[in-house]
């Protein structure tokens, strides 16, 4: 073979093997939104009143970490113009800390601190809060500000890329509470008045069979005492437990989670990222579930190995 015909088809073979489309690896399964394994930490959403002393809150905090958890606020506090003197809130802590302790270390820095509920809808992501209806062309106020002083108890309010999350204090509001007010509220500044779809879903985990139905009994109906749950059904035979809920009137938060395509909706909808991060999703919190579990020595199935 003459030379340069051999150089000719050593420069053109990573061309030629380029078209060949290689093999690709699976894409990895999609984690559930629930899986069944103990969380490390949640988070709890309260309103401080007076006046914020950081260094004695925050070392009254750390004092609560663990060595997995780091005990801490999961964003700087914040206030609105209807509820003045009042600071919202949210910390993330160990599984294990109790509610009478953080109110304690809060304490430390507030002169009173009070937990908040949360019920959570999926709206039109087109109304941005502030864009259209109440709030929108007055200034100095937002559509926070006007949603949260619709009603005495409530202390804040989200509504970014579609989440709208309310927190308050008591337990007089709910979901149909709520959006009657909002309804009634945004029909008044000409805004939507649709709050928007209840956020709702299920899980469905295997725990070790068979069970003493006594204790399934007792367990089922605790779980279905739990805030937000509608529903909790546990066969004593296969150890299948599955629940169902909604994030109405829940007290608690899973770590906050992201919108995996956070980045894109944020540009598509003109609604600043770091705003969007703020304004992290709350997610339904499992650890109360383990706590009913652990009390009848329930516990979950190993899981099969893969091959």
Not at 61 to 66: D, E, F, K, V, Y
Request: hydrophobic residues 45%.
């Amino acid at each position: 073979m003459h030379p340069l015909t051999l150089l000719v088809l050593l420069l053109a073979a990573p061309l030629l093997g380029a078209q060949e489309t290689p093999p690709q690896p699976a894409a990895p399964a999609e984690e559930l939104a629930f899986p069944a394994r103990r969380p490390a930490s949640r988070v709890l959403f309260f309103s401080l009143d007076g006046e914020l002393k950081a260094e004695p809150m925050q070392k009254a905090l750390i004092a609560l970490s663990t060595k997995e958890v780091e005990c801490r606020l999961v964003a700087a506090p914040q206030t609105t113009s209807a509820r003045n003197g009042k600071n919202f809130v949210g910390v993330e802590i160990p599984v294990g800390v109790s509610e009478k302790d953080l109110l304690a270390a809060l304490r430390k820095g507030c002169s009173a601190a009070a937990p908040l509920s949360i019920t959570c809808f999926q709206g039109d992501m087109m109304d941005q809060g502030g864009m259209r209806g109440a709030g929108a062309g007055i200034p100095g106020l937002t559509q926070r500000d006007f949603v949260v002083g619709m009603d005495g108890d409530l202390r804040w309010y989200e509504n970014t890329l579609g989440s709208r999350q309310f927190f308050y204090v008591g337990r007089k509001l709910d979901a149909k509470s709520i959006t009657e007010r909002y309804k009634k509220l945004m029909s008044g500044f000409g805004g939507s008045a649709d709050v928007g779809k209840l956020v709702e879903d299920e899980l469905s985990w295997s725990l070790t069979a068979p069970i003493d139905p006594a204790a399934a009994k007792r367990a089922e109906k605790a779980l279905a005492k739990l805030p937000g749950v509608f529903a909790a059904t546990l066969d004593a035979q296969t150890g299948r437990l599955m629940m169902r809920f909604a994030m109405d009137g829940v007290e608690s938060s899973a770590p906050l989670k992201l919108p995996a395509n956070l980045e894109r909706l944020a540009k598509e909808f003109q609604v600043p990222v770091e705003q969007s991060r703020r304004a992290a999703r709350v997610q339904f919190d499992t650890w109360p579930i383990f706590e009913v579990l652990d009390k009848e020595q329930l516990s979950l199935a190993e899981a099969t190995p893969k091959k």
